[in-house]
DNA sequence: CGCAGAAAAGTTTTT
DNA sequence: CTTTTCTGCG
């Protein structure tokens, strides 16, 4: 389809593509004079990126050089040069955030009065924007609904029950991600392959998808992926509608094109090509610039694919490929570590970072061991508040973890010690309960046919609609085939309901109407607060007695203050569909806790990069299931978290992890080993030992994480060594912190409290208050006794810390290793179980001293059969099996 | 019909 | 370990 581009015409043939190589040429020379101001600053590669607007331009920006600000500079040259007016400009990103940020960093650059730019957005906004114009074309009116996950599961839980499949064999959730991977992909149900087809619902799969795109166009629907099918669909279909926005954008923009999928790049090239509308505005290449980082490449697992960034001058011949190399944002050790790392992968188009940033004094990355996840956050925690009390701001510092159950340790731990911190990318504002039961009143109110919104709202509050009174509205919907609502009003009529739930849905449905009667009069904010008042919704919570109830209502609150952005209530419910993202209230200083995924793009003065364990990271699913090119994506989420910092970045990774409330040992990671030495410290200890700062370590070798014998393991260290040579049993003199872990003892009540507020307010930064109700021995640091007790009791201490599926993590006596033995106690779910013993008289008697692995030395205070109640010296009375503690 | 308690299942990353 | 779903009772 670029067959009528000449293949021959110079890469920078055009003229600017001259002034593009002149600025090349001066590299590293003055800027040439009367440059524009936006032009100066930038370096010769930036500059090139910037000015050579005509023809296919490929920039490979590394992390950190500036690609943003090439983007944004790039769209304010083609404005100020007058190459376009901005509704000329298609601009793409993926997530809104970054679409935002260039619409503000735009207007800076322009001066503000470019209010348009109605083409930059999302591929979804813009997807969007595109199918309500064309709406009719794939059988939706332009008003159709767009459906989030949730929505989406329910109707797919529908179909299947309608299909007599049993929807616990084939759930729901796994057909959405299916059906989500064929849209990724662009597969209609015709085009889906025969073997996917099969794999769901013996077979059915492929008259499912059919099925619920029938379901979705009956609805008025569509979901995310068909914001992006039906256009491709629609430009395939419709060349003169695709003509209209070949003539319309003379501009094509996309950001992080690394991460596009399949559908995303054939919907771009329908745009990007070549046609004769273009051609006749005397366009002879496709105006199209992508950025991108194929290093940074981490979406594959939901369809990215990183062969769209390699293969781009295959489909854009003639296209001029720019390097930004220079890095404005680490240092050398930084760029050091994350570049050695990186050039294990092989897919790779190559790029070699480097940085002006040079300085002795700058820290080397460090890594760091620890015992347990527990450890781990106690550790991380205390460095956060050294380093707060030496000036640097929480804003400027982030977790960035690989999956997301790794958060709640931080987080608890946080809570405890009152460090302010923000969880972001957990559960968004628009996909709380409160917001989408409001959300779902709204759209029945602007969208009568909406039936998915209104079973979730029919009977919410309670209105003593029950399973009865609804199947009966969805037989006379189906038999008459009309919308819920529309049969409700129906059936209210009759009498085939019982007196009771027909005066509620005739309720219901006279509130409806009445609603949608005042949706052109009335304001619709005060609509909104008026719909949610009069429906019992706002009542519902306010009667609520439990913990979250009040936060739910301060959403709600901020739901309809968020509506006064929008000029009306159908104009707010397009807005919220799309945008998943609630803004962060930047103003309290507070550590981020994020993703890995969710970091891209961000970057901190300080980065801690926890959980560097084989499994964990890389995560055994991807190796599972991507084989070396899920290593590989793995190994660039690696290197995206390494980059996100500026100044220091602290790696960390620990012996043993509790996984699903089991605790596992781990091995360190392959991506430690793969960081050169010379830009990587390996701490001594962990830094609740106080032991960080000081050197590093001597035998640095390849085999130094994962070596097979004790002394060439992790637990080899110089620091790891000290610790155990310091802690004897019950002799761990440890380092700070410790008045507040055992000050906390017996502190209760609040810790529900605090926990619930945690989950239900997860993005709001706050500062942690309360205790923890199970007590401050839960806190102490479990490493000196454990240690020297597994150093000391085992013969084979790794192939120990190997086993797998113990409930504690592996510690002397009854633990891991007694209980791999036929009929050795075991510790399941905190409780102490007895397998043989249950008989036997007790080794122990009342006053015996005895020692615990966990809670240290204490007394017997009781002895009943084989369990025991001691007064521990630090940790206070516990009942506790015979098995785990021995004579001391 | 609604609620509360108990059992069961599920757990990477998300526009 | 948490969250969701089912069951049984009021």
Partial sequence: MDETRDPNAAPAGRPKGGIAARALAARGGPVAPNAADYLSGLNPEQRAAVETTEGPVLVLA????????????????????????????????????????????????????????????????????????????????????????????????????????????????????????????????????????????????????????????SLNAAD???????????????????????????????????????AQYLWLRLLAQHSAVRAEAGQDKVNVCCVGDDDQSIYGWRGAEVDNILRFERDFPGATVIRLERNYRSTEHILGAAAGLIANNEDRLGKTLFTDLRDPEHEKVTVNAGWDSEEEARAIGEEIEQLQRKGVKLNDMAILVRASFQMREFEDRFVTLGLNYR???????????????????????????????????????????????IRLLHDYARAKGLPLIAAAADIVQGDELK?????????????????????????????????????????????????????????????????DDYESLPGFLEHIALVMDAEQNAETDAVSIMTLHSAKGLEFETVFLPGWEEGLFPHQRSLDEGGRSGLEEERRLAYVGITRGKRRVKIWFVSNRRIHGMWQSTIPSRFLD????????????????????????????????????????????????????????????????????????????????????????????RDGAGGRSSGGFEEAPANGPDRSGFAGRLTDPFSANRSRGANQPPRKGGGLYSSARAGGPR??????????????????????RVFHIKFGGGTVALVEGNKLTVDFDRAGQKRVLEGFVEPA
């Avoid at 989408?436 to 309670?462: G, H, M, S």
């Avoid at 994962?706 to 003199?733: E, I, K, L």
């Avoid at 000050?743 to 409290?753: H, I, K, L, P, Q």
């Avoid at 399941?828 to 009342?846: C, H, M």
Wanted: hydrophobic fraction near 35%.
């Fill in 62 to 217: 590394g992390a950190g050089t500036g690609k943003t600000r090439v983007l944004t500079t790039r769209i304010a040259h083609i404005l100020a040069t007058r190459r376009a007016f901005p509704s000329q400009i298609l601009a793409v990103t993926f997530t809104n955030k970054a679409a935002r940020e260039m619409k503000t960093r735009i207007g800076h650059l322009v001066g503000g009065e470019v209010e348009g730019m109605p083409w930059l957005g999302t591929f979804h906004s813009i997807g969007v924007k595109i199918l309500r114009r064309h709406a009719e074309l794939v059988g939706l009116k332009s008003n159709f609904t767009i459906l989030d996950t949730d929505d989406q599961i329910r109707l797919i839980k529908q179909l299947i029950q309608a299909e007599n499949l049993d929807d616990k064999r084939w759930p729901a959730r796994t057909f959405a991600n299916l059906m989500d991977g064929w849209k990724n992909k662009g597969l209609t149900p015709d085009k889906i392959p025969e073997g996917d087809a099969r794999a769901f619902a013996n077979g059915k799969g492929r008259e499912l998808y059919r099925a619920y795109q029938d379901r979705l166009v």
């Fill in 499 to 563: 007196p009771r739930p027909r005066a509620a849905l005739a309720d219901v449905v006279r509130n409806f109407e009445r609603w949608s009667g005042l949706l052109s009069t009335m304001r619709h904010t005060d609509l909104g607060e008026m719909i949610l008042d009069e429906s019992g919704y706002t009542e519902m919570w306010q009667a609520d007695r439990s913990a979250e109830a009040p936060g739910r209502l301060e959403n709600l609150k901020e739901l309809i203050r968020s509506m």
């Fill in 674 to 765: 793969e960081l050169p030495e010379e830009h990587v410290e390996v701490m001594e200890a962990s830094a609740s030992y106080g032991g960080y700062g000081a050197g590093g370590m001597g035998g640095y070798g390849a085999s130094r994480w994962d070596g097979n014998a004790f002394s060439t393991s992790s637990y080899g260290t110089p620091g790891w060594r000290r610790a155990q040579a310091s802690g004897g049993v019950g002799g761990y003199a440890g380092g700070r912190g410790r008045a507040i872990e055992y000050g906390e003892s017996g502190v209760s009540g609040s810790d529900a409290r605090s926990r619930a507020a945690a989950t239900a307010d997860k993005y709001i930064a």
């Fill in 423 to 469: 969880v972001i990318g957990g559960p968004r504002f628009y996909e709380r309960q409160e917001i989408r039961d409001a959300l779902a009143y709204f759209r029945c109110v602007c969208q009568p046919a909406d039936d998915l919104a209104f079973e979730r709202i029919v009977n919410t509050p309670k209105r003593g609609l029950g399973d009865a009174a």
């Fill in 827 to 848: 510790e399941i779910e905190g409780t102490l179980v007895a397998k043989s013993v249950a008989d036997e008289p007790s080794r122990f008697s009342v006053g015996d």
């Fill in 224 to 262: 995310f992926g068909d914001l992006l099918m039906h256009p491709i669909a629609i430009f395939q279909n419709h060349p003169d509608v695709l003509a209209d926005y070949h003539k319309r954008f003379r501009y094509i923009l996309v950001d992080e094109y690394q991460d596009t999928n399949v």
